[in-house]
């Protein structure tokens, strides 16, 4: 009869949606060794009986647990080595450079005689400390993240003027 909800077949009593053509609800079907005349007289012991696939709870606990974080490692992992080529020296060099630039320029103006020199060995000076600042990983990354780098200098004008007075 159109229009009424199907009965489960597994004799649990309950309806499937009107508008499903399954015969079973979810989860609800035997296998067909186990379910062969007797769905009148299991009715009422389905939940009892039922030893299909297994619950959700035999699966969790036949999985094992994660292993806490680290447990392998007692020490932090290796920073990966960086490759100091012709660009990345170009690139630390260049952020020297106009870093000094900057710092002369403010000195400059309370003291054009040292600042002046700063301003005019800047260049010289950025050739000679980049090889030292190439010898360390830490210090090449930090000027290769441009955000630090900016930042440290965004707070070195900002300091600036209660220097100067």
Request: aromatic content about 8%; proline content about 10%.
């Amino acid at each position: 009869m159109p229009g009424l909800p199907n009965e489960c077949k597994c004799g649990c009593g309950e309806f499937l949606p009107i508008t499903s053509k399954r015969e079973y609800k979810r989860g609800h079907r035997k296998p067909p060794a186990e379910n062969s005349g007797q769905a009148e007289a299991d009715a009422g012991s389905f939940e009892e009986d039922w030893d299909g696939s297994p619950t959700l709870e035999d699966i969790a606990a036949s999985i094992p647990d994660d292993p806490p974080p680290f447990a392998e490692a007692e020490h932090e992992p290796a920073a990966p080595i960086l490759k100091i080529t012709k660009r990345v020296r170009d690139d630390v060099e260049g952020k020297i450079a106009f870093m000094i630039s900057v710092t002369g320029s403010m000195a400059a103006i309370m003291d054009p005689v040292c600042g002046g020199a700063f301003l005019a060995n800047g260049d010289a000076v950025a050739a000679k400390l980049t090889p030292i600042i190439c010898k360390s990983p830490e210090a090449v990354q930090w000027f290769r993240k441009s955000s630090n780098f900016m930042m440290y200098l965004d707070l070195l004008v900002a300091l600036w003027p209660p220097a100067h007075a």
